[in-house]
């Protein structure tokens, strides 16, 4: 049974992917939404998740429901503005906390991808196994940072280098704990910083492969995401996914990819500079 969901004013782009009928609900977010409100400050129309008062301390939007009267939609996890993918949001309180539980013990799966810099791993396929802590960054919002702190976990997979000479790979994390931007801090630490990272990248890097070729985002995708839990007498087995943005796909292309049949493949209306060989050298 499909659950309705065309009574919630999503934001811009967002789509729900997978629902149940318990009243899980998975959207995929696309980058440069927020997950909610941030307190004291004002958004622009249409790129928060979901359009409605927010409640912090009921971490849920209050969303009028076509009938007349208010509903609850809970938000059960959060990503960071700049990255793309699942979300899971929940119209039952019960469930909610059930499921915000899972998230706190680590008990759901979770798979990204990222594009990062350099065109392999010393070992391909690894777990990678850190300290983080937090503290607060210029401008008073929050960073990370290894040496000390919570334990960080993330089993990586490196899946396949981008096309010609570009200095970049397709990545897939699966975090096993969920620490504040932990991905973005583990790739950076281990000398793989991802595609379009402001805070924790390499400057040079975004911009010779990302902007210089008209790509603006931050790199990781939340793919999919999957649990398990009893509720009311019943097994909930829930997953959903997300797909890789094509903008993914177009970034890991060699600047002369032609398509068969076709001829060279046309350039991105934004796109810049080409690369020069002395950047690809030195990235």
Known sequence: MTLPTDWIPFGRGV???ATHPC???AVA???????HPNP????????ILIAGNYSLEEEAFHV????????RVYLLNRLDSPTSGVLLLSLDVGVADVVRKMFARSQVSKQYVALIRGRGLRTPRGTWQDQLSKSKGPGGGVRSETGAGAPAVTVYQWQRAAGGTLPLSLIRLEPRTGRTHQLRVQTAAHGHPILGDRTYGDFEFNKAVGTARGFKRLFLHAESTQLSFDWQGAKVDFKAVAPMPDEFTEALAAEDDETPGK???????D???PISPRLRIRL
């Open 64 to 71: 009028r429901d076509g009938q007349g009267g208010i509903r």
């Open 15 to 17: 789509r729900a992917v």
């Open 40 to 47: 004291g400050e004002v958004a622009e129309k249409g790129t």
């Open 29 to 35: 977010k696309p980058d440069g939404i927020l997950s």
């Open 263 to 269: 001829g060279p493949k046309a350039p991105r209306r």
């Open 23 to 25: 009243g899980l609900i």
């Open 271 to 273: 796109a810049g500079t």
